[in-house]
């Protein structure tokens, strides 16, 4: 496990960035141990199935970014479905994605869980299912291809990482959780309190209740924390709308910027913005322009070449010292 | 007629609701085969006794023996299975559900596996209802039918279980003379049968007809109880009312005289060609200032809807209706009350009042625009006028903030008749303004819808009560199928001359 | 009468009909509409909603509401997924006792205090919700269902169709005969008609509230645990909104939600109305998520329109 | 007694909560902390208000949280023109989506609940149509209204207050509002009343529109940003909770402001009370039902069995 602490290489414009290059790690998988046949992604029916609605930074750019690229590589039969929110909406649509004959399925699943029908139905047709950004719990190579996408577990340690030396190793931390039973939510905590107890017993949480991603329940829980919590030192929030809602929150309650540090994860403009004015410490990002490395992925996986069982990308931080370069990289 | 030990009998009964004392010490013995008829004032008690009696309402003092034995009943469901059925005073069945459904709602005829076969259920609902002389497609909703007919489908469903004891409550009240008299055979049918019967009604002639045995209520205590034969019809108003005979007597039985020597000038308003499929055909009706016009006919002839037609609460297909000469926009309740034109509904409950609220709100509701300024209402101009009608009307309430709802249905009326007078109509549409309310405060009603004519409105009175009528209307139109089949004037207004018009037609 | 009888028609099959509309519309516009792939999928994922909608359509038929499905599909797919672990029986009886206890309670509270039911089943919505997440230690622990035979239940298939789809289909006949030819079906359309009139009639109220909430509670678990069953895991981000959706497909059925009238055949016609919309809009496929809210928005409001019109036009 | 409870009991059981807060929460008793809960209860308010003037008709408004939507993106879409101009845009929006519902409730003759409920799916997927994603802006007059104050009330909180006591006003002393509770209590004898039934409806829930996407429009400036896709979810159940905790009937026909209001406030105060103990989302979802229950229980309309 290596901290990635690099700006992204200049020229790529936020582009992702493979940590564990294809090949090295892990098993591989081949089209022919996956059982499938070649086929031409420019003329086949490619399927992406979206979570969410595209209403936040993240889903609107991981969605483009799909889009953009399939146009790129002249992919002419793209078909997206969006489940909004609704996991078993989701599943019906990537059944329906595989009804229309989609040969390969990318899919940004809204939870880990619970993919057994649409795997079995796509492992009876060999459809490769490529997941982007949140993985789901099955076998890769069998049930689906490979996931693409961030370490949310590492997420939260380097974020525990960058409270602890915001704090100075010492100081009281509330916690603005995502939205309950998410995967997401569970890994960003978990990684962040393990990190904490292992460097840090300094650094105790005395708060933690869910803004669920939202931007407003941000800045609501926020308003009331430091009502009844004065002595708080930092906030965690685990995605950049809850932490900007916190800050609205901060400012309407007179508090000057770097009064409480504030650390978040995704990497959206405005959170890298508000670095730059001071009011948040840093951000993790979680970068969700996953359509080149997907589309790369799925032709190296057609021309014959082994694919990793994961392909994790590595995430860029924020901070003071490089969020006014990155501004423009942001998402 | 055999009379046995009491199977029925009520002791002591206590009931209070928030405010009132509905019974206080009541005694009720009711024998086999007996016709045991339960009179009073709106108020007096009636139906919260036959609550009691069917497990409605638990009393507060008090305890019943029904065959002998102790008993009390935590459900309706509890009186019917040991054999007390109830028509209850409102009709009470489920409007959307098939006639043949209610009918026989809780003992539907079961094929294999316990399953309600329909087709028996269909063929026994027809039959019973056929013996009623009910013929009606038993598949169709309730609802499709009119009032009376939904009225004698409860008849019919209270008297075909197996009971001991049979209780009505104002069952006649909506039915044309047809079928009362078909109850009335009903009635004699239980009687041999050794069944027990409470009847309730404001008709008095009724009772004479069918009863064995009278208990009186008032303010809900028995003020007499025995024998009906040889009790005197004026003895018995008194003793309901509570007043002395002598003056019981000088005030006579219905309030109406009929001169109206003011009538006259040109129509105030006037109908012309009311159509409308299946309802209306081609009715023209005019009411000229301080006239009664008197709409007779059976049920279902069609008169609550040239009522409602008039005040443009009917959607219409043809016809027009002028108020002093001037058209009306058709299908405007609004329009026609500014106008002047004013109908008091016949179903209370469902059109008229509005129980949530005091019964100054119901008085004032329908005048609030004229008693407000720019949209804000005044209290003192409302204040006024809930006064001046509560007294003129008598209404009786705790104070104009009581719930109308706690009102005795007579006062209802009354409350009713208050937001008419309170819009200073023209031309006030009556329709049966009396059903339901008791004889002292019929009479009251009458004696104002006679004052009303003498100061110059124009009335339109709907009634089923031909005494009434003939007594109260200066002319009468008759109604059948929707179309004007008669009028009479004059010394031609008769309830024989009625019938006549009604039947004539009904022969072709 | 003919007219009335073209009413009555419109009202309980207008949802068929206009099913039939979009099937062919589907059919005639999209090569991959009428596959046996898509149109199982759409049967099988409708098969969840119409378990649930069955049990809301009793509680609307008898002037009530319930407000907490969602809640308790959620809940009874992870007590099922949580029960997997000690065997078939658990997994299946566990959700169905906790879900029913819950109908029940609800059902309780409100035949015998008089509490509308908007109110009461809106507490069991957050109640519910509050428990499923005790359990799954606020919704971090996702359940797997460790049964082969509980997770066959769920996904094994006959002629390309699941075992929930024929459960449903038992289950709409048999909701059928209990509403159409059972004295408790009488009760509830009778109670929703005119409550105080059925009570007069000798209709045990109370009870057949009770009852109808607890299937309602039931049914609901009882869709969860299936659908547990056939994801193989008891995902806890489930059901959100469901409550919405089963009322949507009730009403489009042409159930009246002031009671009193309606039918289980609507209701099914209402569900797979609701999936052959979201079917076709993912055939067009490019469709965003916003214009996707608005046409579904647009097209309820269109069905509920076009049905009272031409119901109105009958009279 | 029951009868007091019946109608004060909200007020006691807001008093209660604050006793309990100022025994074990700590700084409950700051000035700070009363303005925080004020100002984050004021588009509840706000819109319980119209959800009352609904309820009283015996309907009832699924699409407020939708229509605050729309609202904030009308907003951001015309801040352009500054704050005044956005904001009435806004404002019509809500009353045009309120005279929707109105016309298929009053008109058309749909059942309140299903009408709103297609507004309720359509409006927001509209409002995320015009403005897809959550917009920050920085117009001074509009952060303005969201966070200044006047003598340290914030501003927002006494426009809540003027909205109280102006729908107080219209329930009990215009002729307006005598109709809204009757057509709820009966609205066959209204109609024959010569009451202008179907116009009062339409008026009620254009009110109700209007109201919400006011509440639209404070929630955006307080956010500072616009964010039509969150913005107002599942608010419609708190609407109609604060409505029936403060002791108005969903079967209608009688409206009370001031209690509603506490209704309200009770919510919020248990909301910040579970919040500030820092009582896992599990608990706080099950106390909130019980509160709930115990509370409409209590308040509920007896005498009828
Ligand atoms: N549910 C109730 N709550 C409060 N008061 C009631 C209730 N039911 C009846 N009352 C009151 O009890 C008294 C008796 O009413 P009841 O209905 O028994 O009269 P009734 O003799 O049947 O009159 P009517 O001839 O008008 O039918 C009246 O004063 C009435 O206002
Ligand atoms: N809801 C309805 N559906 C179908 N037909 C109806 C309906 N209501 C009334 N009718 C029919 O309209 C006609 C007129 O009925 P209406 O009630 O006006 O009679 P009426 O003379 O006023 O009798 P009464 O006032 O004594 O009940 C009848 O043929 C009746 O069957
Ligand atoms: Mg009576
Ligand atoms: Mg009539």
Redesign the interface.
């Known amino acids: 496990e290596a901290p990635q602490t690099a700006a992204a290489p200049t020229g790529t414009a936020g582009q992702q960035i493979v940590q564990t290059p294809t090949g090295t790690a892990g098993p591989t998988c081949t089209l022919s141990q996956f059982g499938g046949e070649k086929f031409d992604l420019k003329s086949a029916t490619v399927g992406f199935s979206q979570s969410e609605k595209e209403a936040n930074p993240f889903r609107i750019a991981e969605t483009k970014s799909i889009k953009d690229e399939a146009a790129k590589l002249g992919i002419a039969n793209l078909k997206v479905t969006n489940a909004q929110s609704q996991f078993s909406k989701q599943i019906t649509d990537v059944q329906q994605l595989i009804a229309q004959g989609a040969k390969l399925l990318v899919i940004a699943p809204l939870n880990s869980d619970g993919w057994e029908p649409v795997l079995q139905q796509a492992a009876s047709k060999k459809v490769p299912i490529i997941t982007v950004d949140r993985k789901i719990n099955a076998k890769a190579c069998t049930d689906y291809l490979t996931f693409i996408g961030s370490d949310f577990y590492e997420q939260g340690k380097r974020a525990a990482d960058k409270m602890i030396e915001a704090l100075g190793g010492k100081g009281k931390v509330a916690i603005l959780l995502g939205a309950p039973g998410n995967n997401v939510t569970t890994e960003r905590t978990n990684g962040f309190k393990d990190r904490l107890k292992e460097k840090a017993p300094g650094v105790t949480i005395s708060f933690e209740q869910t803004g669920e991603f939202a931007r407003e329940k941000g800045q609501q829980v926020t308003e009331q924390l430091i009502q009844s919590n004065p002595d708080i030192n930092g906030i965690y929030a685990e995605n950049d709308e809850m932490a900007l809602g916190a800050v609205t929150a901060l400012k309407g309650a007179g508090k000057q910027p770097g009064d409480i540090k504030i650390v978040s994860i995704d990497g959206t403009r405005s959170a890298v913005q508000a670095i730059v004015d001071g009011w948040l410490h840093s951000v993790i990002e979680s970068n969700p322009r996953f359509g080149p490395l997907a589309f790369e992925t799925a032709k190296k996986f057609l021309d014959g070449e082994g694919i990793a069982d994961k392909v994790i990308i590595s995430d860029r931080e924020y901070d003071q010292a490089n969020a006014k370069d990155s501004l423009g990289e942001a998402y | 007629m055999k009379r046995t030990e009491a199977v029925l009998e009520a002791r002591g009964i206590t009931k209070r609701f928030p405010g009132v004392v509905a019974l206080d010490d009541v005694h009720l013995a009711l024998g086999a085969g007996e016709v045991h008829a339960l009179v009073g004032e709106n108020g007096a008690g009636k139906s919260t006794l036959i609550k009691v009696l069917t497990g409605v309402y638990q009393p507060d003092e008090g305890d019943l023996t029904y065959d002998g034995a102790a008993v009390g009943f935590d459900t309706p469901l509890d009186a019917q299975k040991v054999g007390i059925s109830t028509i209850y005073q409102e009709v009470n069945l489920v409007p959307m559900m098939s006639v043949a459904r209610n009918l026989l709602l809780g003992r539907e005829p079961r094929g294999r596996l316990g399953v309600i076969d329909t087709a028996r259920l269909y063929g026994e609902a027809r039959g019973i209802l056929r013996e009623y002389g009910i013929d009606t497609d038993v598949r169709r909703p309730l609802r499709s039918l009119g009032v009376g007919a939904q009225q004698m489908v409860a008849l019919a469903r209270a008297v075909s279980v197996d009971a001991k004891v049979v209780i009505m409550d104002e069952p006649t009240s909506s039915l044309e003379p047809r079928e009362v008299e078909t109850l009335f055979g009903v009635i004699g049918r239980l009687r041999e049968a050794g069944i027990a019967v409470i009847y309730v009604s404001h008709r008095l002639d009724e009772l004479y007809r069918v009863c064995d045995t009278v208990t009186v209520l008032r303010d809900g205590r028995v003020a007499h109880t025995g024998p009906l034969a040889g009790l005197d019809r004026l003895k018995l108003i008194s003793l309901m009312l509570g007043r002395d005979l002598a003056e019981v007597k000088s005030s006579g039985l219905t309030r109406f005289n009929r001169d109206h020597d003011r009538v006259g000038g040109a129509p105030v308003v006037e109908a012309r060609g009311l159509t409308r499929r299946h309802v209306l055909t081609d009715v023209t009706i005019s009411v000229r200032p301080g006239e009664v016009v008197g709409l007779g006919g059976l049920l279902g002839a069609g008169r609550t809807e040239t009522a409602k037609a008039i005040v443009g609460a009917l959607p219409l297909d043809g016809g027009r209706v002028l108020v002093a000469g001037q058209p009306l926009p058709t299908g405007r309740t609004v329009a026609a009350i500014r106008a002047g034109v004013s109908m008091l509904p016949e179903d209370r409950k469902a059109e008229g009042i509005i129980p949530g609220l005091s019964v100054r709100d119901n008085i004032a509701l329908a005048a609030l625009p004229a008693l407000a300024r720019a949209g804000v209402v005044s209290d003192a101009r409302i204040d006024r006028v809930v006064e001046i009608f509560m007294k003129r009307l008598r209404i009786k309430a705790a104070s104009p903030y009581q719930a109308v709802s706690e009102l005795s249905g007579g006062n209802q009326q009354k409350v009713l008749l208050a937001r008419w007078l309170a819009v200073r109509p023209k031309v006030l549409l009556l329709d049966e303004p009396t059903r339901g309310i008791d004889v002292g405060a019929k009479a009251e009603v009458q004696a104002l819808i006679d004052e009303l004519a003498e100061e110059g409105l124009g009335v339109l009175l709907i009634s089923s009560d031909l005494e009434e009528l003939v007594e109260g209307a200066d002319r009468i139109l008759v109604l059948r199928e929707g179309t004007v089949v008669g009028e009479l004037s004059g010394d031609d207004v008769t309830e024989e001359k009625i019938m006549a018009a009604i039947a004539e037609r009904a022969d072709d | 009468m003919n007219r009335e009888q073209l009413g009555r028609l419109l009202q309980h099959h207008g949802a068929m009909m206009v099913l039939g509309m979009l099937v062919v519309v589907g059919t005639l516009g999209f090569d991959s509409f009428a596959t046996p792939d898509n149109a199982a999928s759409i049967v099988v994922s409708s098969s969840f909603l119409a378990v649930v909608a069955i049990g809301t359509t009793f509680v609307i038929i008898s002037g009530g509401i319930d407000l907490s499905v969602g809640s308790l599909f959620v809940l009874g797919g992870v007590l099922a997924a949580f029960g997997s672990q000690y065997g078939f029986a658990v997994a299946l009886l566990l959700p169905l006792a906790v879900c029913g206890l819950v109908g029940l309670v609800q059902g309780l509270i409100i035949a015998r205090t008089g509490l509308a039911p908007f109110i009461v089943t809106l507490a069991g919505l957050l109640g519910v919700r509050g428990m499923m997440l005790t359990i799954s230690n606020e919704g971090a622990t996702t359940y797997l269902v460790k049964n082969p035979a509980f997770a066959a239940l769920g996904q094994g298939e006959i002629l390309g169709l699941t075992y929930p789809v024929y459960l449903t289909i038992a289950l709409a006949l048999a909701a059928m005969v209990l509403l159409q030819r059972t004295g408790f079906g009488q009760n509830v359309y009778a109670i929703g008609g005119n409550e105080q009139a059925a009570a007069l009639m000798g209709v045990p109220v109370a009870r057949t509230k009770i009852y109808v909430y607890l299937m309602s509670g039931l049914l609901a678990g009882l869709a969860g645990a299936l659908n547990a069953a056939r994801l193989s895991s008891g995902v806890t981000i489930l059901g959100i909104g469901m409550e919405l959706d089963a009322i949507a497909a009730v009403v489009i059925g042409g159930t009246l939600l002031t009671g009193g009238a309606g039918g289980v055949t609507g209701t099914v016609a209402g569900v797979l109305l609701l999936g052959v919309i979201q079917s076709l809009i993912n055939q067009v496929g490019n469709l965003t998520s916003s214009i996707q809210q608005v046409v579904s928005g647009a097209f309820l409001a269109l069905v509920v329109v076009a049905q009272r019109l031409l119901s109105k036009a009958q009279r | 007694m029951t009868r007091w409870i019946r109608d004060y009991g909200v007020y006691a059981a807001v008093l209660a909560l604050l006793v309990f807060n100022v025994l074990f929460?700590?700084?409950?008793l700051?000035v700070?902390?009363f303005r925080?809960q004020l100002?984050?209860v004021t588009p509840i308010v706000i819109v319980s208000l119209g959800m009352a003037l609904v309820i009283g008709t015996k309907g009832?408004d699924l699409s407020v949280g939708s229509v605050m939507a729309l609202a904030a993106a009308l907003t951001a879409l015309y801040l352009g023109y500054g704050a005044a101009v956005a904001i009435v845009v806004a404002l019509i929006g809500g009353a045009v989506a309120g005279a929707a519902g109105g016309v298929?409730v009053s008109y058309?003759?749909?059942?309140p609940?299903?009408?709103t409920?297609?507004?309720?799916?359509?409006?927001?997927?509209?409002?995320?149509?015009l403005v897809?994603?959550?917009v920050?802006f920085r117009n001074p007059d509009l952060i303005a209204l969201g966070?200044n104050a006047l003598f340290g009330v914030p501003l927002i909180v006494i426009i809540a207050a003027v909205l109280t006591l102006l729908l107080a006003f219209l329930v009990r002393?215009?002729?307006?509002g005598?109709?809204v509770?009757?057509i709820?209590?009966?609205r066959?004898?209204?109609?024959?009343?010569?009451?202008?039934v179907k116009r009062v409806l339409v008026l009620v829930y254009v009110i109700s529109g209007v109201l919400a996407a006011l509440a639209g429009v404070l929630?955006t400036a307080?956010?500072?940003?616009s964010?039509?896709?969150?913005?107002g979810m599942f608010i419609e159940?708190s609407a109609?909770?604060a409505v029936?905790v403060g002791g108005t009937?969903?079967?209608g026909?009688?409206i009370r402001v001031a209690s509603t209001v506490m209704g309200a406030l009770l919510m919020q105060l248990l909301s910040?009370t579970l919040?500030?103990h820092?009582l896992?989302?599990?608990?706080?979802?099950?106390v909130?039902?019980?509160i709930?229950?115990a509370a409409?229980?209590l308040t509920?309309?007896r005498?009828?069995?």
């Open positions: 929460t700590p700084h409950f700051d700070a902390n925080t100002v984050q009832i298929l058309v003759g749909i059942q609940i299903v009408a409920l297609a507004l309720l799916v359509g409006v927001r997927g509209l409002a995320n149509v897809p994603q959550l920050e966070s002393r215009t002729t307006f005598r109709q509770v009757a709820g209590g009966n066959a004898a209204s109609e024959l009343s010569g009451l202008p929630a307080r956010l500072q940003a964010d039509p896709t969150s913005l159940l109609i909770t029936v009937p969903l079967s026909g009688r910040a919040i500030k820092n896992p989302q599990s608990w706080t979802q099950m909130q039902a019980v709930i229950l409409v229980y509920r309309e005498g009828k069995r």
